[in-house]
């Protein structure tokens, strides 16, 4: 049973720093592209960062520059480092993977930046 499991979200002011880790089990973590989404109230979830198998990262431009996806495949964790946060970064953040032709999300982590 594939689970993802995020951590790390929290409160902090516009200019500061968070973590976020998403813990995955149940799939061969090395084998796998990882995915940070988020979601803002009212609006639809987007795609903010991704890192292949191999370690390359692709962002969106909102967050290009500010945020560095990594992984750790001994750990089977992915992490989003977000720094210089914005209001507009305030979202639920969602780890995702694709494995077996199935998508699986996270219960999620609450980001809330204040200005």
């Known amino acids: 049973q594939v689970q993802l499991v995020e951590s790390g979200g929290g409160l902090v002011q516009a200019g500061g720093s968070l973590r976020l880790s998403c813990a995955a089990s149940g799939i061969i973590f090395r084998d796998n592209a990882m995915d940070w989404y988020r979601q803002a109230p009212g609006k639809q979830r987007e795609w903010v960062a991704g890192i292949t198998k191999g370690g390359s990262a692709n962002y969106a431009d909102s967050v290009k520059g500010r945020f560095t996806i990594s992984r750790d495949n001994a750990k089977n964790t992915v992490y989003l480092q977000m720094n210089s946060l914005k209001p507009e970064d305030t979202a639920v953040y969602y780890c995702?993977?694709?494995?077996?032709?199935?998508?699986?999300w996270g219960q999620g982590t609450q980001v809330t930046v204040s200005s």
């Open positions: 995702n993977v694709v494995s077996m032709a199935r998508n699986y």
